[in-house]
């Protein structure tokens, strides 16, 4: 990196490599943005090219009309032609003797296609809401998948949220099904997930017909024969080919919620198009992921940032994702460095809450460890401070990562 003034500068080496790389991009989409999106769009696999790429009469915005796709064929069946034994998803367990996990492009898209399956199997259709309400383990990321595969409307809900908060969401989705887990480890201990995930149904004046759990933790589940069903028995006897659900552009894609810091939460209704078309494309460009990248996104995926960058950007750019289900700095303040050297992690992206916390234990952690995979580091959330970004450009990113 090169500083001048205040400003710091990639390095020609980095610039050289970007995938943007000439000023005179900028100027061509704020010149002409419908073409520019039009040329992004292109990036995503249709089953339909687009009519009209933008129409709006505010507030509302509508985008690629008229185009038929479906996301999950770009996330897998695009990277099954191309990387079909390829790392598509890391997991790490917050447990430090259990082992972690990999799957291919080709694992995910046949569990995806047997979940899926199984859901179709339960009366799920094209528009039902499914509430998905589980740790960072890989079922959140089949599920949601799976969900997409069919046209079913997912809704995560962050797995740290009480029943309350999820029964508020569960009645306002109308979810007809919720996919939850027994439960989940942090630091340390056992979370029974499947407890509050009762609790919520039971409270919540929606019906919800079907609960499916993962078994995650093994700690013993309350169980009602009929409405509750273990994910590994609903899925084992399915077929793992399902083809995918043609949908609109502007079809339904999935609901996320507001925090509700500032009042009632606000579910937000992400349309199938616009969506993918974005997420593709800012993770190509900000991110500035390649073929060779591995990405750690810190973030849940019960938020838009861990929608977006934990799961379907690097999907959709055929770069692996690493999630971990635990806290980064359990066992030990150095946790979340060795997942990095371990995977050999080339962008991380966390918050600044993080970073803070990170920077609160100091630097000799850091310094044990040589972080020389890493090219890209990002900061999402609440704005950073001068200081800790210095600390993490400093002491995380070796002065070298922009």
């Keep these: 990196m090169n500083k001048k003034g205040n400003l710091y500068f990639p390095a020609s080496d980095v610039k050289k490599k970007a995938l943007v790389n000439k000023a005179a991009i900028y100027k061509e989409a704020a010149k002409n943005p419908l073409k520019f999106w039009e040329k992004a769009a292109k990036e995503i696999v249709w089953q339909k090219r687009w009519k009209k790429v933008f129409s709006h009469q505010p507030p509302y915005f509508k985008w690629f009309i008229g185009g038929k796709l479906n996301i999950t064929e770009t996330c897998l069946d695009k990277n ?61 990321v089949i599920s949601m998948l799976a969900c997409a595969r069919i046209g079913a409307v997912h809704s995560v809900v962050f797995s740290a949220f009480s029943p309350l908060a999820l029964g508020v969401r569960l009645e306002d989705t109308e979810a007809k099904v919720l996919i939850t887990a027994d439960g989940y480890y942090r630091r340390g201990e056992v979370i029974s997930l499947k407890k509050n995930a009762d609790e919520a149904v039971q409270n919540s004046r929606n019906k919800v017909e079907k609960v499916i759990v993962v078994k995650r933790a093994g700690n013993g589940v309350n169980w009602q024969t009929g409405r509750d069903l273990w994910l590994e028995d609903l899925v084992k006897d399915e077929n793992d080919i399902c083809p995918a659900q043609v949908m609109g552009s502007e079809d339904p894609f999935f609901i996320l ?47 838009i940032t861990g929608h977006t960058y934990t799961i379907y950007s690097p999907l959709l750019s055929g770069v692996p994702t690493l999630i971990f289900e635990g806290a980064p700095d359990w066992p030990a303040p150095d946790r979340w460095l060795q997942i990095i050297e371990k995977y050999g992690i080339t962008t991380f992206y966390t918050a600044p809450t993080a970073i803070r916390m990170f920077e609160k234990y100091g630097a000799d952690w850091v310094r044990k460890y040589k972080l020389n995979t890493l090219q890209l580091l990002g900061s999402v959330g609440e704005p950073i401070d001068e200081g800790a970004w210095q600390w993490y450009f400093t002491e995380v990113g070796h002065k070298k990562c922009p």
């Design 80 to 140: 099954l032609a191309e990387n079909r034994h390829k790392v598509a998803l890391i997991w790490e367990p917050e447990p430090v003797d259990e082992r972690e996990k990999y799957l291919t492009y080709y694992e995910l898209y046949r569990q995806v296609n047997r979940l899926a399956n199984g859901l179709k199997k339960l009366g799920v259709k094209k528009g039902d809401r499914v509430t998905i309400y589980l740790p960072m383990i890989p079922e959140v």
């Design 257 to 303: 919620y507001t925090s509700g810091s500032t009042g009632k939460p606000k579910g937000i209704l992400h349309t199938c198009g616009g969506y993918a078309v974005q997420a593709s494309l800012t993770g190509r460009w900000i991110f500035d992921l390649k073929s060779d990248d591995i990405l750690w996104c810190t973030s849940d995926a019960g938020w």
